[in-house]
């Protein structure tokens, strides 16, 4: 049977560790932050601590397995699908791992879930530019979706058609329609601009210069573009 300073050792290890995994989520904002990967080592660590607390001749790995499946099913959770690409499968991979800290914390393998909490935090620090690198050289952003602004300036009568236009425009393509809005330009024309934010997985700029383009024939329209949008634009 283990001694309670042992428990108490072990346990409080499981949080340090899973704390040390959360702070570097937690300084990039990410949704599983410093919070969840404590909790989330802290219990794993308690089953393992159940698990060696009940009597020798039951099969004490089956808890750590429950843990492992348990796990499972939070870090879906975090993971979600916008648009055409998916998000939160980083930080439902680093749950998985300070679940895995915590249990060999649990077993008292202080050593090994040290290296395990230290290998997790410079993976996630150092693999990011690594990977940042290797998309560009492949010119594709699979961590980094791209946003985009259309702006459109036609007359009063012209602007329901307009907007009208830019939502089956966008429907009809993989952008993400993040904001649509018209604006009385009151410089007695009676012309307003219409504007949309749209995002995008991929690298959209030729469909960009599509939309424009067929935009640019309708009637009432005096002139249309697109931008490139920093996510700073807007308070955005």
Request: charge should be neutral; proline fraction near 2%; glycine fraction near 8%.
């Given at each position: ?10 346990f409080?290890l ?5 704390s040390v995994?959360g702070?570097?989520r937690?300084w ?7 919070r ?7 219990g794993s660590?308690?089953f393992?601590l ?7 001749g039951t099969?004490q790995?089956?808890?750590a397995?429950y ?6 099913f939070l870090?879906?959770g ?7 690409s ?13 679940a ?7 077993y ?8 395990g909490?230290?290998?997790?935090v ?8 690594l ?9 594709t ?6 946003y ?6 036609c007359?009063e009568?012209?602007?329901n ?12 393509t ?8 018209s ?5 007695g ?9 749209v ?9 960009l ?13 005096s ?14």
């Open positions: 049977m283990m001694s309670h300073l042992a428990f108490v050792e072990n409080f499981a949080v340090l560790l899973g995994i702070v570097e937690q990039r904002q990410r949704h599983a932050g410093l969840t990967n404590s909790l989330v080592a802290a660590g308690l393992v159940l698990s060696q607390m009940i009597p020798t099969d790995s089956r808890i397995s843990v492992v499946s348990g796990v499972g870090g879906a975090v993971i979600m699908r916008d648009g055409t998916v998000r939160g499968l980083n930080t439902a991979a680093t749950l998985w791992c300070s895995a800290v915590g249990c060999l914390a649990g008292g393998l202080h050593l090994e879930a040290a290296i909490a230290l290998t997790v410079t993976m996630n620090i150092c693999l990011r530019p990977a940042k690198v290797i998309n560009r050289q492949n010119n952003s699979i961590e980094q979706d791209f985009y602004r259309v702006t459109v300036v007359k009568e012209s602007e058609p307009i907007r009208y236009l830019l939502l089956q425009a966008v429907s009809a993989t952008l993400v329609l993040q904001n649509l809005k604006v009385d330009l009151n410089n024309s009676h012309t307003v601009e219409v504007s949309a934010d995002e995008s997985p991929t690298n959209q700029n030729q469909l210069e599509q939309i424009v383009s067929r935009l640019g024939l309708e009637k009432g329209v002139s249309v573009a697109w931008k490139a949008k920093n996510l700073s634009e807007d308070g955005a």
